[in-house]
């Protein structure tokens, strides 16, 4: 069960990157995971530097602990074990597949090399997208947030 709700969950994400790229207005809502020539590009250009929007890694951090945090749980209900450990293995094992999924098959096989996500006078430079940098930094918080979701989970589902 735990690997069916892993390849749905994936399978979702998949689908929202997809829809959520294609264009300089979408590709906007993903600008903090461009590397920083492309940032640099696109900061320079007037047309889009007024439309960035980039809130505090802190707060993108508490938004997608409390999102996966309910995301997690809800799965966790189809999986739930009596005992703290087999929920928070669960949980965790959960959490760090998707993880792993974001960064191997999003970020490093589909992401840097799609035109998708490329912004408009950059779609022939491929080398600008080529750095895993800030795709790699999300990974490594990915773990510690999916560790602290499945800490909260863990609890939560052996409580209720």
Known sequence: MLLIELVALCGLFWGA???GT???????YGFRSYPDAVQNIVRSRPELAGKIRQQRPAMTFVGNLLLFAIL??????????EDFAGNFLNAL???????LFDLVVIDLLWWRHTKRVRFSGTENRPELYADPGKH???FLRGIVMFLLVAILDGWLLTWI
Do not use: A, E, H, P
Request: charged share 15%; hydrophobic share 40%.
């Open 72 to 81: 997690l749980f809800g799965l966790g209900l189809l999986t739930r074990r």
């Open 93 to 99: 094992l959960l959490g760090q597949g998707f993880n």
């Open 17 to 19: 990157c997809w829809l």
């Open 22 to 28: 294609g264009g300089d207005r979408k590709n906007l």
């Open 136 to 138: 790699i930094s999300s």
